[in-house]
Structures are given as C-alpha cells and as structure tokens.
C-alpha cells in the first residue's frame, strides 16, 4: 500500500472509532482495535518556525558578508581574500538552502489536507506523514524494551529514568522502539511528531505495546491503575 493509499484511509476514521482505538478497545475477534492517533499540526509548524528562523539567520549572514566580495584587486582587497571569504560562505548558503528546504516540508505536514499520523495495531505500525511519506512496520520484528531491560552499557549517561521503578516506566515512559525497516529511532519520533505529554502516549499506546512486547494486556487492570 503506497502512502497516498495510507492517507486516503486514515480520514475515513470517524472520530467515535478514533475514541475506541485509543483506548484499545477490543476487536469483534478478540484482538486490540488499532489505535489511531494524529500529528499534532501545532508541533509541525513549531518545528517550520525553527527552521525559518534558521534559514533566515543564513540569509541574513550572507547578505551582510557578500557584498565584501569584490574579485578585483583594490586597496581594501584583493582576489585572495575574496575567494577565502567566498568559500567560507558557501557552506552557510548550502546550511541556509538545507533549513529551508526541511523548514518546507514540516511547513507541508502542518497545512497537509488529509488526516496524517500513526495507525498502531496489533500486527503492524503504520506511519502517514505526508511530505515525509509512509512507513509500513511489522510488528513481528519490531522490538520495544523499556530502559530498566537495558545494559548499563547501552544507557546514556544522562538516563536518570532508567533508575525509576519498573512500573512507573510502563506507565509514563515509552519504551525504546527499533525495526530492521526504520531508519530513525521511533521512540524519539513518535514523540516529536504526536506532540503531548509521554505518560499519556504511553496510556493509549499501552495496549498495542504490550502485544509487540508479547505481554498479556488487562484493560481492567490498566484501568484501576490509571
């Protein structure tokens, strides 16, 4: 299924459904429902907001610096400066064109006319981002360990998490999620891209974790617990 197809499909969720899903509520067949959640368009035109603001510190930078560039031999100059000062700039207008054109695309993914964010089911984790594309991830190779699961060689220094009770972890924090297909840590971009607090995306996203975990999921339980 290519991502337009991915796209088409996400807008037909209606809102009743999307309220379920996120909650896990359990399929006619006995499964998890998949649950859909959607990027936070305010996040994305965050993110533009930071690349213009860099982009245009670029620009700025150049329009300052190259009228300094003359290429003809004067008191003030010569050709060797110009050409030092010329190379010197062309990295920042390479960053300047860098930023804009990533600025454009979370720039697209705010204003983007169809419904774009993630579909997390039992067998597999969709991703519908728009600009960025799609992602299509089997659950089956999809590995979700929390921080208290790993070796103190594989923490940063500054995962002081990682010391905070098994439970709470579950409950507040979304585990580390890799996959063979997914070039970037899912972890880190689900947050970016769903914006709102962790603990709660790690509250709808309980049920689906726990079957990528191959744990046995109790709503009544999750419940008593929340």
């Not at 509520?25 to 993110?47: D, E």
């Not at 999620?177 to 769903?194: A, I, K």
Request: neutral net charge; aromatic residues 8%.
């Amino acid at each position: 299924m290519t991502w337009r197809e991915t796209l088409h499909k996400l807008p037909n969720v209606t809102d009743s459904i999307a309220r379920d899903q996120q909650q896990g509520a359990p399929s006619s067949n006995g499964g998890i429902s998949p649950i859909v959640l959607p990027v936070s368009r305010v996040r994305a035109a965050m993110r533009f907001a930071f690349y213009a603001l860099a982009a245009g510190g670029c620009y700025l930078l150049l329009r300052l610096a190259a009228p300094a560039i003359r290429f003809t031999p004067s008191g003030a100059s010569n050709r060797i400066e110009d050409y030092a000062l010329l190379a010197a700039l062309l990295p920042v207008a390479g960053l300047g064109l860098w930023l804009a054109w990533r600025g454009t695309r979370w720039l697209a993914l705010a204003g983007w006319p169809g419904r774009v964010g993630i579909e997390a089911g039992e067998r597999e984790l969709v991703l519908a981002l728009g600009p960025f594309g799609s992602l299509r991830l089997d659950a089956a190779r999809l590995r979700a360990v929390y921080l208290f699961e790993l070796d103190e060689d594989d923490l940063e220094s500054d995962q002081f998490e990682a010391h905070l009770p098994e439970n709470h972890q579950r409950q507040t924090l979304l585990p580390r999620m890799t996959h063979p297909e997914c070039p970037f840590p899912l972890r880190e971009r689900l947050l970016l891209l769903l914006g709102g607090d962790e603990a709660d995306l790690a509250r709808q996203l309980a049920p689906v974790i726990h079957a990528w975990r191959g744990e046995p999921w109790d709503a009544d339980t999750a419940g008593r617990r929340g």
